[in-house]
């Protein structure tokens, strides 16, 4: 009897069948784990990647802005970013500043100035205070020059949570030059409104000349004009030679 038992074994012992089985119940779920991990973070690329053109697309749209942007600008461009980002809720905040670059006394001696700022959401608009800590994240830029900056902010939760990957922020930030006009211009705060003109001396038709100017300044207050008429000469005061 024990030698029987002893010739089952050893024949079970070198028995290969069954083997893709077992080796397939231990491997798969370790493939099922590998699977739903380059998924998850392939999900995660993807809507980083998203929001990313979501953002150059805001700033696209406003760098070919002309007109004056409003309050109601800024609300419909961050529905644009839920449309874009496939974002739902309130989980979108949106903040659109322009800032211009100013060289203060010639050299190198320049400043980052905010112009004007406004954000959607959980964020607050941007100060001057902050512009000394968004320095280093500015292109350089000739004096007088703008730039318009787009940040988004939208709250990732991943369909599986898997070690190290928790719910997070995708935050996108862009810069933007304006195309067709020298300033994003946002109503009452630099669309020219309350602004006191100063008096250049040539005026430009929205000031008053001061007395004796020429009558070809266009000045508003230039009524006195007289026609004159003089012979051309070749800038040193002598009649040209016939």
């Given at each position: 009897?024990?030698?029987?038992i002893?010739?089952?074994?050893s ?54 802005e ?44 320049g ?15 941007l ?116």
């Amino acid at each position: 009897m024990t030698a029987l038992i002893k010739k089952y074994l050893s024949r079970f012992s070198r028995d290969e069948k069954g083997d893709v089985t077992v080796e397939a119940m231990i491997v798969f779920p370790a493939l099922l784990v590998i699977f739903a991990a380059t998924w998850v973070y392939f999900d995660v690329m993807r809507q980083q990647t998203i929001n990313q053109k979501a953002n150059y697309t805001i700033g696209d749209i406003l760098s070919r802005e002309t007109e004056i942007v409003t309050e109601d600008y800024i609300d419909n461009a961050r529905n644009l970013v839920f449309h874009l980002a496939q974002a739902e809720g309130d989980d979108v905040d949106l903040r659109i500043s322009v800032v211009q670059y100013n060289v203060n006394g010639g050299g190198n001696n320049g400043s980052y100035d905010l112009v004007w700022s406004k954000a959607r959401g959980d964020w607050n608009a941007l100060t001057q205070g902050d512009m000394g800590t968004y320095t280093p994240r500015l292109p350089v830029m000739a004096s007088g020059d703008q730039t318009i900056v787009v940040e988004t902010r939208d709250w990732y939760e991943p369909t599986l949570h898997l070690a190290g990957l928790d719910a997070f922020d995708i935050s996108t930030y862009s810069f933007t030059r304006p195309r067709f006009a020298p300033q994003v211009i946002f109503e009452g705060i630099n669309d020219g409104s309350g602004k006191q003109w100063g008096n250049n001396g040539w005026g430009n038709g929205d000031q008053d000349a001061p007395g004796g100017s020429l009558c070809n300044n266009n000045a508003e207050n230039s009524t006195d004009c007289t026609t004159t008429t003089t012979k051309p000469t070749n800038g040193k005061g002598k009649k040209k030679q016939s």
